[in-house]
């Protein structure tokens, strides 16, 4: 596929247990970020990744809260003892570079019970 | 501090009818802007964009928008609405004092286009 994919679509996890979201992003593209959706709200910044390294990780709102690029391509976020309020859809981008328009995945819905 | 804002949460229109989304921005600098549009369960689709030059800048799907530097707004318009044009919609800034490309989005309005 030529778009940005995300898996899983869907995450149902308990409260305190460790989740990992995937991201592949297009082929080629340098620039990846997440963001995260909340209901009725607009997404927000969490981390941008230039190649493999984590060039801007301000929008991470807490040290459960890590992400990797390992080979520059594909990217995992996780969170470790997930609360309540991690609860929102996870949207993963890629440009090709920083100065372009960024395309999203459909993104992976969190539920923490 | 920098902001955008979408001041409608939802936008009512008939099918045929002009299409108005507003968005307004507080920043020192140029932004770059741009609107995305978001259809249930699937992600954002980029529609347009504004960098510099041409305050009209012309998009996807017959959307276009305005940039006013002197109202800091970035309107988003369609001059006839369709039904399938339903769907939220977010204006988003990249604030060019950041390096990095990061967007700040709008809250997002819903657009309801009724036959």
């Known amino acids: 596929g030529a778009g940005v994919s995300q898996t899983p679509s869907n995450k149902v996890t308990e409260k305190g247990k460790y989740v990992e979201l995937r991201c592949d992003p297009i082929?080629?593209?340098?620039?990846l970020y997440w963001y995260r959706q909340s209901l009725g709200q607009g997404p927000e910044f969490l981390i941008y990744f230039q190649g493999t390294g984590a060039a801007d990780d301000s929008g991470l709102p807490n040290d459960r809260f890590f992400a990797v690029r390992p080979e520059g391509s594909v990217s995992t976020l996780k969170i470790q003892r997930t609360e309540r309020g991690d609860s929102a859809v996870y949207l993963c981008?890629?440009?090709?570079?920083?100065?372009?328009?960024?395309?999203f995945g459909p993104g992976t819905r969190l539920t923490v019970l | 501090a920098q902001s955008v804002a979408q001041p409608e949460d939802q936008v009512n229109v008939a099918e045929g009818n002009p299409l108005t989304v507003k968005c307004t921005y507080s920043?020192?600098?140029?932004?770059?802007l741009f609107w995305y549009v978001q259809y249930p369960n699937r992600g954002l689709q980029f529609l347009l964009k504004y960098i510099t030059g041409d305050n009209l800048v012309k998009g996807s799907y017959g959307f276009e928008a305005e940039f006013n530097k002197s109202q800091t707004s970035f309107h988003l318009k369609k001059p006839s609405a369709l039904v399938s044009d339903s769907a939220l919609y977010f204006c988003?800034?990249?604030?060019?004092?950041?390096?990095?490309?990061?967007?700040?989005f709008g809250a997002g309005t819903q657009v309801v286009v009724t036959p």
């Open positions: 981008a890629s440009s090709i570079d920083s100065t372009n328009e960024q395309f």
């Open positions: 988003a800034v990249r604030f060019t004092t950041d390096s990095w490309g990061k967007l700040q």
């Open positions: 920043v020192s600098g140029n932004p770059y």
């Open positions: 082929s080629g593209h340098t620039a």
